[in-house]
T-cell receptor
Framework: EAQVTQNPRYLITVTGKKLTVTCSQN?????MSWYRQDPGLGLRQIYY???????DKGDVPEGYKVSRKEKRNFPLILESPSPNQTSLYFC????????????FGPGTRLTVL | GQNIDQPTEMTATEGAIVQINCTYQ??????LFWYQQHAGEAPTFLSY??LDGLEEKGRFSSFLSRSKGYSYLLLKELQMKDSASYLC??????????WGAGTKLIIKP
């Protein structure tokens, strides 16, 4: 089954404790991205990757890191999480952007205390 | 700056028709998407428009006017399961996706 998986789905952590949210897709997609979604603000892009070893900042990259060592995986790293990073996070992938449907993972609800 | 405007919330009756508008001001244009998102779930693709005009797909249709920076999503024969948020997103000249905040659609029996 074609899908984007994220883990964990839910996470409660404390300020400063490094964490990684994994994202994997099995559709051989070139393009992958991370979003956060907060009430009233819609989806905001954190980072995106056009291909392996190519990553770029989105609209809200501060406090986050990513890597794209393999085509299928695009982990999101929070080196020192803070309470303002409490949010719902989505990973997405597509063949490209122009006309390509983005497939979203199920989401990770993160709470930073 | 880049901006996409959608109504925050709309209410409609089961069986009726509703039109959700989206206006955009972006640096360039390379297409517009509509996604549906049920509460607590991931967005799912509904439509993509890059040329002016109406694209029909079953009960859902999407319209685009590039000269006016305007699109709408038309939902016919509304069902209770259509209660969701509807997200408009534009691909700009740098092939970045710019998202609207979404329109929450409430369907009443």
């Amino acid at each position: 089954e074609a899908q984007v998986t994220q883990n964990p789905r839910y996470l409660i952590t404390v300020t400063g404790k490094k964490l990684t949210v994994t994202c994997s897709q099995n559709m051989n997609h070139e393009y992958m991205s991370w979003y956060r979604q907060d009430p009233g603000l819609g989806l905001r892009q954190i980072y995106y990757s056009m291909n392996v070893e190519v990553t770029d900042k989105g609209d809200v990259p501060e406090g986050y890191k990513v890597s794209r060592k393999e085509k299928r995986n695009f982990p999101l790293i929070l080196e020192s999480p803070s309470p303002n990073q409490t949010s719902l996070y989505f990973c997405a992938s597509s063949y490209g952007l122009e006309g390509s449907e983005q497939f979203f993972g199920p989401g990770t609800r993160l709470t930073v205390l | 700056g880049q901006n996409i405007d959608q109504p925050t919330e709309m209410t409609a009756t089961e069986g009726a028709i509703v039109q959700i508008n989206c206006t955009y001001q972006t640096s360039g244009f390379n297409g517009l998407f509509w996604y549906q998102q049920h509460a607590g779930e991931a967005p799912t693709f509904l439509s993509y428009n890059v040329l002016d005009g109406l694209e029909e797909k079953g009960r859902f249709s999407s319209f685009l006017s590039r000269s006016k920076g305007y699109s709408y999503l038309l939902l016919k024969e509304l069902q209770m399961k259509d209660s969701a948020s509807y997200l408009c997103a534009v691909v700009d000249s740098n092939y970045q996706l710019i998202w609207g905040a979404g329109t929450k659609l409430i369907i009443k029996p």
